[in-house]
């Protein structure tokens, strides 16, 4: 072989091992997957926060007995494979999967399950409860809940006070993880059945990695780290430098390219104080609502959030389509004003919050009282502070009120029933349904739907309780907020959840060629539910690539 022959053999042996040695690498470092958040969690407590970065994290570090579907707050099996519920309500019956460990090895029983609840439920030197997420979504701590026993190894029974059907929807909210409490240098360490255990955490930073034949199936992303990324500064400069992947900001990110967002749990409403007059008057309220335009609430909300054309979000199960609250003529609203008496001269005011993120709501009700006055209703703004607002809506002082909600674990009766029976009327610090509206009927239909645990009732009862109030309105949707992530391109196959508590484990880092560099690619694990089309708004002020989220509806009468 020639001297120039010898050269180039030894040139692109020299450049193929290069190369290997450079897919090797890169194969390497970039199987973590990096998330940022705002506000990393000194210790990881699952029930310590109902929202947030916490119950992020916590899903998938702590199996819960039942967990969300992809794209709804319904429910799937996880801990539990089977459930069975008492004629009166009042016993669930879980049965455990086999052959699950938690991180340390000891075997997942009954009796670990009934000592993780019993955190909140005894308050002793040995159970500290936290009673964040507990309390608000059982009525207190230990609020519905009498007891919870295990009478074997694989059965985890709870015994409730009354009954309460949106038990098992609450249960897949991350705060119900089950945890182990191991002794660890004078501290108890808790530790789960999660698709990942923790490895290293430190001030701003949280790694996870997989664990080998978790019952969910084969991980894809092996190690997630979680980052301390506060603000759109920070977020941009670390996905400029290839150091995140994944952003997820607590407001709409200052950067459009790449940005994802789809509708959350949590609903912007304009509230009638219904014990006044005429505000008492069906039609006067209904007349307010035909005034008011989705687009050009949708405007005013920018990216925030967008309109909302029925009583609950897309993502919430139960939610009743096709009749809008928002929007009418201008005779339409003529007549009905007429109907209702409105006085001569009478100008209500409108309660507002000083809140100006991630939601500008001063802003919004600058539009309301345009679109309002445009229809020959004048109304005038009484912007307040959020704590001074609050009190006014308890103690009934106002006349209209732009206020907020949230549906709390995902279940409509957390939102429907606060909001609008008679049970949360009462003037004071424990008022909820700050319209102060009564309806005997619909106090029925609700309270019935809060204890009937067959799926395909409830949901029944759910639509018409929305009727009654699609023809009532003693509050009438405007919004849903958004959430948000920020998404290098690479990124493929990540979906948001409407409760915020987005997965990460069904998502794989491979490699594909990006100009002269090898740059990781996320594809989702296995089939598609479908394609995930950015679509253009229809109204101004939507963003123009956002994930529409799929309600799934429970048949309720099987039994995984």
């Not at 015994?159 to 089950?178: D, I, K, N």
Request: hydrophobic share 45%; aromatic share 6%.
């Amino acid at each position: 072989m020639s001297f120039t022959k010898s050269l180039v053999v030894r040139v692109v042996l020299v450049a193929v091992v290069l190369s290997v040695g450079v897919f090797d690498t890169l194969a390497q470092v970039r199987r973590e997957l990096r998330v940022g958040l705002p506000g990393l969690p000194a210790v990881l407590d699952p029930a310590a926060a109902a929202e947030g970065a916490v119950p992020v994290i916590a899903r998938h570090v702590f199996d819960t007995l039942v967990a969300y579907r992809e794209m709804s707050t319904d429910v799937e099996p996880a801990l539990a494979t089977r459930w069975t519920v008492s004629r009166d309500g009042l016993v669930w019956t879980f049965t455990l999967r086999e052959n699950v460990r938690f991180h340390d090895g000891a075997p997942l029983t009954a009796h670990e399950v009934v000592s993780s609840f019993d955190r909140h439920l005894k308050a002793d030197e040995a159970h500290t409860p936290t009673g964040v997420v507990w309390a608000p979504l059982l009525r207190g701590t230990p609020g519905v809940v009498k007891e919870i026993r295990a009478p074997d190894a694989r059965t985890v029974r709870v015994t409730l006070t009354q009954p309460y059907a949106a038990l098992l929807t609450v249960l897949a909210h991350p705060g119900f993880g089950v945890v182990r409490r191991v002794p660890v240098e004078g501290h108890a360490r808790l530790v789960g059945t999660g698709p990942y255990r923790v490895v290293d955490a430190s001030p701003g930073r949280l790694a996870i990695e997989g664990v080998p034949g978790h019952w969910s199936g084969t991980l894809r992303a092996q190690r997630i780290v979680f980052l301390d990324v506060p603000n759109d500064g920070h977020a941009e400069a670390e996905m400029d430098a290839r150091a995140l992947d994944v952003w997820l900001p607590s407001a709409p990110p200052r950067r459009t390219e790449g940005a994802l967002s789809a509708p959350g749990l949590r609903v912007g409403y304009l509230a009638f104080q219904t014990e006044k007059e005429p505000l008492s008057r069906r039609p006067v309220r209904q007349a307010i609502a035909g005034a008011l335009d989705p687009a050009g609430i949708g405007a005013a909300l920018d990216r925030s959030a967008v309109p909302l054309p029925s009583f609950l979000p897309p993502g919430v199960w139960a939610r009743r389509e096709g009749s809008p609250v928002l929007g009418g003529t201008r005779e339409a609203v003529k007549k009905l004003l007429a109907d209702g008496a409105w006085p001569r001269g009478f100008k209500p005011t409108m309660l507002v919050p000083s809140v100006t993120t991630p939601t500008d709501i001063p802003r919004l009700a600058e539009a309301l009282e345009a679109m309002l006055g445009a229809a020959d209703i004048p109304v005038q703004r009484r912007v307040e502070s959020p704590e001074a607002t609050k009190a006014a809506l308890q103690a009934g002082d106002y006349d209209l009120a732009v206020a907020e909600a949230l549906v709390a674990g995902g279940d409509p009766h957390l939102f429907l029933f606060p909001l609008s029976t008679s049970e949360s009327a009462a003037k004071g610090p424990r008022a909820l349904n700050y319209s102060y509206y009564r309806n005997a009927r619909l106090d029925d239909v609700l309270i019935r739907a809060s204890q009937l645990a067959f799926r395909p009732e409830r949901e029944r009862l759910y639509h018409r309780a929305q009727a009654m109030l699609g023809a009532e309105l003693p509050w009438i949707p405007l919004y849903v907020q958004l959430h948000w992530a920020l998404v290098r391109p690479e990124v493929r196959g990540f979906r948001l959840h409407p409760s915020g508590f987005h997965r990460f484990h069904g998502v794989s880092l491979e490699t594909t060629q990006l100009g002269a560099s090898t740059w990781p690619v996320l594809s989702a694990r296995g089939p598609r539910p479908g394609p995930l089309d950015p679509r253009r708004s229809s109204a101004p002020g939507e963003p123009r690539d956002r994930l529409e989220p799929v309600a799934v509806l429970d048949d309720g009468g099987r039994r995984p």
